[in-house]
């Protein structure tokens, strides 16, 4: 398969562009940028440099990578936007590169991003995630492998939000997400219960489940301080890499945010 640049393309002449390469009309590729094999780049997208695209990937018209970090502390220091194999970039998508804090923003392979999604500086968006309509991300969020975030959702910068878990549409998602959860609400965000629907169609077992509802329990009703909770987790329920995943997210918890906590009327 050849490469294809539309004519009316700017394509610097520092910039790697993989085999069957295409690039749509009036789009701008700076130097500095490394596009994969048999990626797709729609009309009138702009890739600024410090971006590595992987193979096979989809961007769709309008969509803005790699442009300099909105922060106040950025003092154009060499950063970088990373971007796996076979991701989607839908229309109009802004993806900041990073800051000397962590040196780039990354999205994983297999992900879908949707219209109008912006991600800040130093973000890093795992595998296999979906990104609904307009999601907006500060910077330095985590979006861990398989996570769902829906539509007008607002995250809050250093939130992280586990493995299979999903936010609700219009949430103002201001605190840390466990894995295989669900969260939502505007006026208070909250813990909503396991993302059952969602672990289903992973191909979850009952017993997979079961036990990750155990250790919801402990930790969400018995009463006891997370660092306690936690303890008892680890004595009482079976090791299995459910369990542990969800050990391992709380035992690397972030100091800027505190974590969901169930509701309460």
């Known amino acids: 398969m050849e490469t294809f640049i539309h004519p009316t393309a700017i394509v610097s002449t520092e910039a790697e562009i993989g085999l069957g390469v295409s690039i749509g009309p009036y789009t701008v590729i700076e130097g500095d ?3 994969g094999d048999r990626t797709e780049i729609g009309p009138h997208v702009q890739i600024a ?3 590595r695209l992987g ?3 989809k961007i769709f018209a309008g ?5 300099v970090p909105q922060d106040l502390k950025f003092e154009g220091e060499k950063t970088y936007l990373h971007v796996g194999d076979r991701t989607v970039i839908r229309e109009y998508v802004t993806l900041n590169r990073g800051t000397k804090a962590s040196g780039k923003t990354v999205v994983g392979s297999d992900s879908l991003i949707m219209a109008y999604v912006h991600a800040g500086h130093d973000c890093i968006i795992g595998n296999h995630v979906i ?3 307009s999601v907006q991300f500060g910077g330095h969020c985590e979006v861990e492998d398989y996570a769902v975030v829906g539509g007008l959702a607002g995250v809050h910068q250093f939130v992280r939000i586990g493995k299979y878990a999903m936010v609700a549409g219009i949430s103002r998602a201001s605190l840390d997400v466990p894995p295989y959860v669900m969260a939502g609400g505007h006026d208070t965000f909250r813990f909503e219960g396991l993302n059952i629907v969602g672990l289903k169609r992973r191909g979850f077992s009952s017993e997979q489940i079961d036990n990750i509802r155990d250790v919801y329990r402990i930790i969400f009703q018995s009463g006891l301080l997370l660092g306690n909770a936690l303890e008892k987790v680890d004595q009482e329920c079976k090791c299995t890499p459910e369990v542990n995943e969800i050990l391992h997210f ?3 918890g ?3 945010r505190k974590y969901i906590r169930p509701f309460k009327s």
């Open 33 to 35: 940028v490394v596009i």
């Open 250 to 252: 709380f035992g690397n």
């Open 55 to 57: 193979r096979e990937c």
């Open 131 to 133: 990104i609904v309509n």
């Open 49 to 51: 440099e410090g971006a």
């Open 254 to 256: 972030s100091a800027k």
């Open 63 to 67: 969509a803005t990578l790699a442009t």
